[in-house]
């Protein structure tokens, strides 16, 4: 059973309130309507089977520190999705903000548009628990920027406008985890720390389903199998900055 | 100089960077000589930079060989010659952790100031010299330990406190009650009766001091134990830094303050929740403007754990947090964190002290925190740059006492406590920073030196002879988690005791007679313009 929260003239507080007091009492599938920029949402939430559908534009910081539930966001969504999230699904149908998964720790992010910048910032990952992020259309500068795990994908297929996949200072500061992005980056975006390889058959066939659910939460028939316009991008070197100090 | 060794062409001799985890397989010196200026045999080009800083003098006919010496030196600095049966120094490798000479059983070491033969200079210190040499040897940038060492003058040690005489009769802790307890966290904006109106949660400290942030990872797991088991046995707080709360020590959640800084590491929805407050990590005193920074080599298995980075990478925290540009993204992150944590727990922001630290802090208060923490430049650091260090940032004296006198004016000095970090030294420093418009204070080096800490500076290097800022595993035990508990317990009982005799003295009675009452403090050898800032009179007066 599905039951319906209206945030029409909630505040945020007490709209997310009540999403936990439901939640509590056992409530597995909540529908949030007249979403008008309330922040938060999700904010913190633990219960692993809560399904929580997103009626409206939510605020900044949808899924913070996120651990278990699923978000479905049925519009765009602000700054801040999925910030320090550490498990659980978002999934938004349209385009988010700037800083999407900042310091993310595990679970999953579908953007099914575009992103701005300082995407996927700070990712971290220890050993199989390794966030995802993976966005259908064009990112902005400091994708990736202190990345230090996880995976970051980034697709370029949707969203409608042209222009370049992703801004300058791409993967600047990169130590861990992996990068991939269908298109063209220039040389010039790269952070020194890191390389852009072609595909593997091995991230063929890692990258394959990621793409199937991807197209399929969507529904999206785009084709993005062309694995010979992907790079990866993963860094050389684990201690970018160990050759700035002198002990 | 007797019976002292000292070495020439000794090819022990190596670089301090390079020294990490090796420990033994050297080979053994080839004819020492006894002659100190024998280091003239040093190729200039090999090393530039190494004329020794400190001298380890052993008085041979007291050594017993216990070996003691090469066993405890973290620094590859002493070693044995067994086919001469003496110990021997790489004196340029000592960094004066003092390990040997408080281990030898017969007190036959001593570590000595060695003089460069440089030609004294008042503008050009040996500090420096060295700095320079060691600069063009590395071409990296100077990385140290603890706080900025250079002889700025000290505000704290140019006021002085009041006491009673005849009118105002001072109270003797002794057979009176004295209360120290604080409560930490945003105040309700009138009280009457019987309708307190919005109460806030706030955080109870038995003794304004609480122990500052200080990463696991940067200190070493027994340390931040012994913090813990201190804090909760003295009815205050230790603080996570920004590396994360180790699974075993979870169970302090009702002592220890939790830290969110740029890197967010070890950051989830347990850990705001297994916490007395959160912090989030703007600046810190020893750094202002730049970002924490733990070196590879310090990063192990267990770190590599709890920060979720990779093993050896430099656990990197930039300055800024890269969703905080203005004080509305700050609010964003306070409320993040209060909507996470259900609005149980004050959230505290923490900034280095810095010229428009009012008007910062104001701003900080406004975007809902409910405790600021202003650390001065005298702020240690587990690692960072020296220039920065010892450059950049004011005294906390000066930043805490306009952040006070601004927040009164505006009227919301109630909405958030302050506490005073960076430098604080006794319990005198506790009590002009309280009456200088401080709720608490937060301590680091002072925990550290209560523990062992020698004052070395080398924390950046993870190789501590005292096993404080290490988690090397052969040097962790030399720090245990009891004996570090004991010791800070013992620090902050001395400290009770004196602050309650400061108050009685004062005429005082209670901690909270004491915050923000600048009439108990007098400036000596303070300009006006001093005086006016610090918002004291000069003494006299
Ligand atoms: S233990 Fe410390 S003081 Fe003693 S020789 Fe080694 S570095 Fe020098
Ligand atoms: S610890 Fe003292 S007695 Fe033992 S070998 Fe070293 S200098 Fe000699
Ligand atoms: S903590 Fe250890 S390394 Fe750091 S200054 Fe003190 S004794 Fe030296």
Same mark, same amino acid.
């Given at each position: 059973?599905?039951?319906?929260?209206?945030?029409?003239?909630?505040?945020?507080?007490?709209?997310?309130?009540?999403?936990?007091?439901?939640?509590?009492?056992?409530?597995?599938?909540?529908?949030?309507?007249?979403?008008?920029?309330?922040?938060?949402?999700?904010?913190?939430?633990?219960?692993?089977?809560?399904?929580?559908?997103?009626?409206?534009?939510?605020?900044?910081?949808?899924?913070?520190?996120?651990?278990?539930?699923?978000?479905?966001?049925?519009?765009?969504?602000?700054?801040?999705?999925?910030?320090?999230?550490?498990?659980?699904?978002?999934?938004?149908?349209?385009?988010?903000?700037?800083?999407?998964?900042?310091?993310?720790?595990?679970?999953?992010?579908?953007?099914?548009?575009?992103?701005?910048?300082?995407?996927?910032?700070?990712?971290?990952?220890?050993?199989?628990?390794?966030?995802?992020?993976?966005?259908?259309?064009?990112?902005?500068?400091?994708?990736?920027?202190?990345?230090?795990?996880?995976?970051?994908?980034?697709?370029?297929?949707?969203?409608?406008?042209?222009?370049?996949?992703?801004?300058?200072?791409?993967?600047?500061?990169?130590?861990?985890?992996?990068?991939?992005?269908?298109?063209?980056?220039?040389?010039?975006?790269?952070?020194?720390?890191?390389?852009?390889?072609?595909?593997?058959?091995?991230?063929?066939?890692?990258?394959?389903?990621?793409?199937?659910?991807?197209?399929?939460?969507?529904?999206?028939?785009?084709?993005?199998?062309?694995?010979?316009?992907?790079?990866?991008?993963?860094?050389?070197?684990?201690?970018?900055?160990?050759?700035?100090?002198?002990? | 100089? /007797?019976?002292?060794?000292?070495?020439?062409?000794? +090819?022990?001799?190596?670089? +301090?960077?390079?020294?990490?985890?090796?420990?033994?397989?050297?080979?053994?010196?080839?004819?020492?000589?006894?002659?100190?200026?024998?280091?003239?045999?040093?190729?200039?080009?090999?090393?530039? !930079?190494?004329?020794?800083?400190?001298?380890?003098? =052993?008085? !041979?006919?007291?050594?017993? =060989?216990?070996?003691?010496?090469?066993?405890?030196?973290?620094?590859? #600095?002493?070693?044995?010659?067994?086919?001469?049966?003496?110990?021997?120094?790489?004196?340029?490798?000592?960094?004066? #952790?003092?390990?040997?000479?408080?281990? #030898?059983?017969?007190?036959?070491?001593?570590?000595?100031?060695?003089?460069?033969?440089?030609?004294?200079?008042?503008? @050009? $210190?040996?500090?420096?010299?060295? $700095?320079?040499?060691?600069?063009?040897?590395?071409?990296?940038?100077?990385?140290?330990?603890? /706080?900025?060492?250079?002889?700025?003058?000290?505000?704290?040690? =140019?006021?002085?406190?009041?006491?009673?005489?005849? %009118?105002?009769?001072?109270?003797?802790?002794?057979?009176?009650?004295?209360?120290?307890?604080?409560?930490? *966290?945003?105040?309700?904006?009138?009280?009457?009766?019987?309708?307190?109106?919005?109460?806030?949660?706030?955080?109870?400290?038995?003794?304004?001091?609480?122990?500052?942030?200080?990463?696991?990872?940067?200190?070493?797991?027994?340390?931040?134990?012994?913090?813990?088991?201190?804090?909760?046995?003295?009815?205050?707080?230790?603080?996570?830094?920004?590396? $994360?709360?180790?699974?075993?020590?979870?169970?302090?959640?009702?002592?220890?303050?939790?830290?969110?800084?740029?890197?967010?590491?070890?950051?989830?929805?347990?850990?705001?929740?297994?916490?007395?407050?959160?912090?989030?990590?703007?600046?810190?005193?020893?750094? +202002? /403007?730049?970002?924490?920074?733990?070196?590879?080599?310090?990063?192990?298995?267990?770190?590599?754990?709890?920060?979720?980075?990779?093993?050896?990478?430099?656990?990197?925290?930039?300055?800024?947090?890269?969703?905080?540009?203005?004080?509305?993204?700050?609010?964003?992150?306070?409320?993040?964190?209060?909507?996470?944590?259900?609005?149980?727990?004050?959230?505290?922001?923490?900034?280095?002290?810095?010229?428009? %630290?009012?008007?910062?802090?104001?701003?900080?208060?406004?975007?809902?925190?409910?405790?600021?923490?202003?650390?001065?430049?005298?702020?240690?650091?587990?690692?960072?740059?020296?220039?920065?260090?010892?450059?950049?940032?004011?005294?906390?004296?000066?930043?805490?006492?306009?952040?006070?006198?601004?927040?009164?004016? &505006?009227?919301?000095?109630?909405?958030?406590?302050?506490?005073?970090?960076?430098?604080?030294?006794?319990?005198?420093?506790?009590?002009?920073?309280?009456?200088?418009?401080?709720?608490?204070?937060?301590?680091?080096?002072?925990?550290?030196?209560?523990? /062992?800490? %020698?004052?070395?500076?080398? #924390?950046?290097? *993870?190789?501590?002879? @005292?096993?404080?800022?290490?988690?090397?595993?052969?040097?962790?035990?030399?720090? +245990?988690?009891?004996?570090?508990?004991?010791?800070?317990?013992?620090?902050?009982?001395? @400290?009770? !005791? &004196?602050?309650?005799?400061?108050?009685?003295?004062?005429?005082?009675?209670?901690?909270?007679?004491?915050?923000?009452? =600048?009439?108990?403090?007098?400036?000596?050898?303070?300009?006006?313009? &001093?005086?006016?800032?610090?918002?004291?009179?000069?003494?006299?007066?």
């Amino acid at each position: 059973m599905e039951e319906v929260i209206s945030a029409k003239d909630l505040y945020y507080r007490e709209l997310n309130a009540r999403i936990r007091q439901k939640a509590r009492a056992g409530v597995e599938h909540i529908r949030l309507t007249d979403v008008q920029g309330h922040r938060y949402i999700a904010c913190g939430l633990q219960f692993k089977n809560l399904q929580l559908r997103v009626s409206g534009v939510p605020g900044e910081d949808l899924g913070a520190f996120m651990d278990g539930p699923t978000v479905v966001v049925e519009n765009n969504a602000q700054n801040g999705v999925g910030n320090t999230m550490n498990d659980g699904r978002i999934l938004v149908h349209g385009m988010a903000g700037d800083v999407v998964g900042y310091g993310m720790r595990g679970g999953r992010i579908y953007i099914r548009d575009g992103a701005g910048y300082r995407v996927g910032i700070h990712m971290k990952g220890f050993k199989e628990k390794q966030p995802m992020l993976v966005i259908g259309g064009r990112a902005g500068k400091f994708f990736g920027e202190y990345m230090a795990g996880g995976y970051l994908i980034l697709l370029g297929a949707t969203g409608g406008s042209t222009g370049p996949v992703v801004g300058d200072y791409c993967a600047t500061g990169m130590h861990g985890g992996t990068i991939f992005i269908r298109g063209k980056v220039e040389e010039y975006k790269l952070g020194k720390e890191v390389k852009a390889f072609p595909l593997t058959p091995e991230d063929e066939s890692f990258l394959r389903p990621i793409l199937v659910d991807f197209l399929e939460s969507f529904a999206l028939d785009v084709n993005i199998f062309d694995f010979d316009s992907y790079q990866k991008i993963v860094p050389v070197s684990t201690r970018p900055y160990g050759k700035l100090y002198a002990y | 100089m /007797g019976n002292t060794t000292t070495l020439s062409d000794n +090819p022990r001799v190596s670089n +301090p960077a390079n020294t990490n985890g090796s420990k033994s397989g050297l080979p053994p010196a080839t004819s020492p000589k006894s002659d100190l200026m024998g280091l003239q045999s040093l190729r200039p080009d090999d090393h530039f !930079h190494s004329y020794p800083e400190y001298f380890v003098e =052993r008085r !041979h006919e007291e050594c017993i =060989r216990c070996l003691v010496c090469v066993r405890q030196c973290p620094y590859d #600095c002493t070693y044995y010659d067994p086919d001469r049966d003496v110990v021997y120094n790489v004196h340029q490798n000592c960094v004066n #952790c003092k390990r040997c000479v408080a281990m #030898c059983p017969t007190h036959c070491i001593r570590i000595e100031r060695f003089d460069s033969g440089f030609r004294d200079n008042g503008h @050009w $210190g040996t500090h420096l010299v060295r $700095g320079l040499r060691k600069q063009a040897d590395t071409g990296g940038v100077l990385l140290t330990g603890l /706080g900025n060492d250079l002889p700025y003058p000290s505000y704290f040690d =140019r006021i002085v406190l009041d006491a009673s005489q005849v %009118t105002n009769p001072s109270i003797d802790p002794l057979r009176e009650p004295m209360e120290l307890r604080t409560y930490l *966290g945003r105040k309700p904006e009138s009280y009457r009766p019987g309708s307190p109106g919005e109460v806030f949660p706030n955080i109870l400290c038995e003794i304004p001091v609480l122990f500052a942030p200080m990463s696991f990872g940067a200190i070493s797991y027994n340390f931040q134990h012994g913090l813990a088991l201190a804090a909760q046995e003295m009815g205050t707080y230790f603080n996570t830094g920004e590396g $994360g709360l180790h699974p075993d020590f979870r169970k302090f959640r009702d002592s220890v303050i939790v830290q969110v800084a740029s890197g967010r590491f070890g950051v989830d929805p347990d850990y705001l929740l297994s916490s007395a407050a959160c912090e989030i990590k703007i600046g810190q005193g020893a750094k +202002p /403007g730049i970002g924490g920074h733990l070196p590879g080599e310090k990063v192990n298995a267990e770190i590599s754990r709890t920060r979720m980075i990779p093993v050896g990478t430099d656990a990197l925290s930039p300055a800024p947090q890269h969703d905080i540009y203005s004080i509305e993204d700050l609010r964003l992150l306070i409320y993040a964190i209060k909507e996470a944590t259900e609005y149980t727990r004050p959230v505290s922001v923490k900034i280095a002290a810095v010229h428009n %630290t009012a008007a910062i802090v104001s701003g900080i208060v406004r975007a809902g925190a409910d405790i600021v923490v202003i650390d001065g430049f005298r702020g240690g650091t587990g690692a960072a740059p020296m220039i920065i260090r010892d450059h950049v940032g004011i005294p906390v004296e000066v930043a805490l006492a306009q952040a006070d006198q601004r927040l009164r004016e &505006e009227g919301i000095r109630h909405q958030a406590s302050i506490i005073a970090a960076g430098g604080i030294r006794n319990s005198a420093d506790v009590v002009k920073a309280i009456a200088l418009g401080a709720d608490a204070v937060y301590i680091a080096t002072s925990a550290m030196i209560a523990v /062992g800490c %020698t004052l070395c500076q080398q #924390c950046h290097r *993870g190789l501590c002879a @005292w096993g404080i800022t290490t988690n090397r595993p052969d040097l962790l035990p030399r720090l +245990p988690a009891d004996q570090a508990a004991g010791r800070l317990t013992g620090l902050l009982r001395g @400290w009770q !005791h &004196e602050i309650q005799e400061m108050l009685g003295l004062m005429g005082l009675n209670s901690i909270e007679s004491l915050r923000g009452n =600048r009439l108990k403090l007098r400036g000596v050898g303070l300009t006006q313009l &001093e005086l006016q800032t610090l918002g004291i009179r000069q003494a006299g007066l």
